[in-house]
């Protein structure tokens, strides 16, 4: 069976608006047959053997390697009881061993469950217990085989396996580590419910095949960030995840199989790197230069020496290394593709890092719920200002009336963004209300308030759940976020609706200004008064040296909206 991508458009048959400036060299009706996940690496080990794969700090290790390695980590997970169906944890930061489990895990049938490392106790606790994960991989570093270590015995996990850091360093990193940083090497318990990454290994690879059918094998449990009520287990199969490592292919026509470089700072257990810095590069044969995390100097430095070409981030990091005061000591020249997401992309922040690096830096867009990619700007087309671009091969994008959730809305006007396309999830784990409501009229809700101009590029306004609504009238943060953007002095910008007696809800703005620039609310006033509606005029301007973020580097706004709550909340019980 193949999936027609681009089925379900239009049912007037009409061409969809989006073809008018599809870039010419990208075919959106592409078809795509179901896959295992597990096809990318089986093929990247036969095509790419001798290549490299990963460059972890200076420790290089070809597809080849990768290959035996997730052989030997499947036949150990099966020895130790991992059947299809099961869920594998990955507590990790980014490694090899990320990469090995992930793909070792998935070629025996299990599925994967990714955890944010730096979640706090009791949110890991109820990722576990929710998605019944069994097996937890993580690494023997104290800052995290000490909490999955506590969830033993409180929760539905068994045994944990623990790799250690040393290993994937390379020489003589890999024998100073135990010494210099022996402080941070965990207690690692010695029991039957510990299985160490060594002992696991030691086996000839040859697993016991598993059929999988992709289209009904869930591959990953990707957990939802939980702005509202507790995290929601995104079922993606292998189908879905397949799909969207192809469409991104189509989406770069001109990349070289087994040429391509990769940068992956991105941490791995986030959707989005998941599948544009691991899943894609290992379709590509691209060798994936992975940091642990983002560190400025180190990513600049790498950046220079390694000489990536490709660059997926966040506009956070690409803020950061347009600002840094050395920047142009640092050749980047060697990147050619820089895909955004997670967050919108300042105008600012593309034009000065474009100019910088030659490369052309283009905004996307996805959910957690759509493996994650539905649009992106073209590499070789437009790329138009404030856009999240075209939809991905066989994407299809519906503007949804905003107050029956049904009604199809004609170009131009703003409604409820809606998807539909290979990618998109098979539902939320153990949530049927949930998605049922999500997949409303067999297509997902995005939550996001957007529309399409004359050539089908898509703009969003705002999430519908971050909408102002001021003396009756809606408010869009991101417009005025775009509008305070425009500042030159300005570097990151966070609008959020905070309480008001009068209107219900009032705007407020949290700046942070370049480094060693000087502004008072007052003259930035003045600046918006021209660019804004007395309406979406911020009440109140608050200039902060840094503020809130994901561990992705998004900007977050929950921490701001909690903190506002708590003060409107203290001077009312304050005035009685």
Same mark, same amino acid.
């Given at each position: 069976?193949?999936?027609?991508?681009?089925?379900?458009?239009?049912?007037?048959?009409?061409?969809?608006?989006?073809?008018?400036?599809?870039?010419?060299?990208?075919?959106?009706?592409?078809?795509?047959?179901?896959?295992?996940?597990?096809?990318?690496?089986?093929?990247?080990?036969?095509?790419?053997?001798?290549?490299?794969?990963?460059?972890?700090?200076?420790?290089?290790?070809?597809?080849?390697?990768?290959?035996?390695?997730?052989?030997?980590?499947?036949?150990?997970?099966?020895?130790?009881?991992?059947?299809?169906?099961?869920?594998?944890?990955?507590?990790?930061?980014?490694?090899?061993?990320?990469?090995?489990?992930?793909?070792?895990?998935?070629?025996?049938?299990?599925?994967?469950?990714?955890?944010?490392?730096?979640?706090?106790?009791?949110?890991?606790?109820?990722?576990?217990?929710?998605?019944?994960?069994?097996?937890?991989?993580?690494?023997?570093?104290?800052?995290?085989?000490?909490?999955?270590?506590?969830?033993?015995?409180?929760?539905?996990?068994?045994?944990?396996?623990?790799?250690?850091?040393?290993?994937?360093?390379?020489?003589?990193?890999?024998?100073?580590?135990?010494?210099?940083?022996?402080?941070?090497?965990?207690?690692?318990?010695?029991?039957?419910?510990?299985?160490?990454?060594?002992?696991?290994?030691?086996?000839?690879?040859?697993?016991?095949?598993?059929?999988?059918?992709?289209?009904?094998?869930?591959?990953?449990?990707?957990?939802?960030?939980?702005?509202?009520?507790?995290?929601?287990?995104?079922?993606?199969?292998?189908?879905?995840?397949?799909?969207?490592?192809?469409?991104?292919?189509?989406?770069?026509?001109?990349?070289?199989?087994?040429?391509?470089?990769?940068?992956?700072?991105?941490?791995?257990?986030?959707?989005?790197?998941?599948?544009?810095?691991?899943?894609?590069?290992?379709?590509?044969?691209?060798?994936m230069i992975m940091l642990p995390r983002f560190e400025l100097d180190q990513v600049l430095e790498t950046l220079a020496k390694k000489k990536p070409s490709l660059f997926?981030?966040?506009?956070?990091?690409?803020?950061?290394?347009?600002?840094?005061?050395?920047?142009?000591?640092?050749?980047?020249?060697?990147?050619?593709?820089?895909?955004?997401?997670?967050?919108?992309?300042?105008?600012?922040?593309?034009?000065?890092?474009?100019?910088?690096?030659?490369?052309?830096?283009?905004?996307?867009?996805?959910?957690?719920?759509?493996?994650?990619?539905?649009?992106?700007?073209?590499?070789?087309?437009?790329?138009?200002?404030?856009?999240?671009? !075209?939809?991905?091969?066989? $994407?299809? &994008?519906? +503007?949804? @009336?905003?107050?029956? =959730?049904? *009604? #199809?809305?004609?170009?131009?006007?703003?409604?409820?963004?809606?998807?539909?396309?290979?990618?998109?999830?098979?539902?939320?784990?153990?949530?049927?209300e949930e998605t049922a409501k999500t997949m409303a009229g067999g297509r997902l809700h995005t939550g996001d308030v957007g529309y399409l101009d004359e050539d089908g590029?898509?703009?969003?306004?705002?999430?519908?759940?971050?909408?102002?609504?001021?003396?009756?009238?809606?408010?869009?943060?991101?417009?005025?976020?775009?509008?305070?953007?425009?500042?030159? !002095?300005?570097?990151?910008? $966070?609008? &959020?609706? +905070?309480? @008001?007696?009068?209107? =219900?809800? *009032? #705007?407020?703005?949290?700046?942070?200004?370049?480094?060693?620039?000087?502004?008072?609310?007052?003259?930035?006033?003045?600046?918006?008064?021209?660019?804004?509606?007395?309406?979406?005029?911020?009440?109140?301007?608050?200039?902060?040296?840094?503020?809130?973020?994901?561990?992705?580097?998004?900007?977050?706004?929950?921490?701001?909206?909690?903190?506002?709550?708590?003060?409107?909340?203290?001077?009312?019980?304050?005035?009685?």
């Open positions: 069976m193949t999936q027609m991508m681009g089925a379900g458009i239009d049912p007037g048959g009409a061409e969809p608006v989006w073809l008018r400036k599809y870039p010419a060299d990208v075919n959106w009706r592409k078809t795509i047959s179901p896959a295992p996940l597990t096809s990318l690496m089986d093929h990247a080990v036969k095509t790419f053997a001798d290549r490299p794969a990963v460059d972890f700090l200076g420790k290089i290790l070809t597809f080849g390697e990768i290959g035996r390695m997730v052989g030997q980590a499947a036949k150990g997970l099966q020895q130790i009881g991992v059947k299809p169906g099961d869920r594998v944890g990955l507590f990790l930061p980014n490694t090899p061993y990320s990469i090995v489990y992930y793909y070792a895990a998935l070629t025996i049938g299990a599925t994967i469950v990714n955890f944010n490392p730096l979640y706090a106790l009791r949110e890991i606790e109820h990722q576990v217990n929710d998605s019944g994960t069994r097996v937890m991989v993580t690494l023997d570093l104290a800052v995290v085989y000490d909490k999955v270590h506590e969830l033993l015995g409180k929760t539905c996990l068994e045994r944990i396996i623990v790799c250690p850091m040393a290993g994937v360093l390379p020489f003589p990193k890999n024998l100073l580590f135990p010494l210099v940083k022996g402080k941070e090497i965990g207690k690692v318990e010695k029991s039957a419910r510990i299985v160490q990454h060594k002992a696991l290994m030691q086996n000839d690879g040859r697993y016991a095949p598993v059929q999988i059918d992709p289209e009904t094998a869930v591959a990953v449990l990707q957990y939802t960030g939980g702005t509202t009520g507790l995290p929601k287990g995104a079922m993606l199969t292998h189908a879905n995840l397949h799909a969207n490592a192809r469409q991104l292919e189509a989406w770069f026509p001109d990349a070289r199989p087994g040429q391509e470089r990769t940068m992956v700072v991105l941490p791995l257990f986030h959707v989005f790197a998941m599948t544009v810095c691991m899943n894609y590069s290992v379709l590509a044969g691209a060798c997926p981030g966040v506009p956070t990091m690409y803020t950061a290394i347009a600002h840094h005061p050395k920047i142009r000591a640092f050749d980047l020249s060697s990147i050619n593709y820089c895909l955004s997401g997670g967050a919108p992309l300042p105008l600012e922040v593309k034009q000065t890092f474009e100019k910088l690096t030659g490369c052309t830096l283009v905004e996307g867009y996805g959910l957690t719920e759509t493996s994650p990619v539905t649009h992106c700007n073209p590499f070789n087309g437009i790329s138009k200002e404030g856009s999240i671009g !075209l939809p991905m091969p066989g $994407t299809t &994008i519906e +503007i949804v @009336d905003l107050e029956d =959730g049904e *009604t #199809v809305l004609p170009q131009g006007s703003r409604g409820e963004i809606c998807i539909r396309g290979p990618q998109v999830m098979a539902g939320y784990w153990n949530k049927p590029y898509a703009f969003i306004v705002d999430r519908i759940k971050d909408l102002i609504i001021a003396g009756g009238y809606n408010v869009y943060p991101r417009m005025v976020e775009e509008a305070v953007y425009l500042h030159d !002095l300005v570097e990151e910008c $966070t609008v &959020i609706g +905070i309480p @008001d007696e009068y209107r =219900g809800q *009032t #705007v407020k703005a949290f700046v942070k200004l370049k480094a060693g620039a000087h502004l008072t609310a007052a003259e930035l006033t003045a600046f918006l008064k021209e660019r804004l509606s007395p309406i979406e005029m911020p009440k109140q301007i608050e200039f902060r040296d840094a503020l809130p973020k994901t561990l992705i580097g998004k900007l977050s706004k929950k921490e701001l909206v909690q903190e506002e709550k708590e003060k409107y909340e203290a001077r009312r019980k304050a005035a009685g």
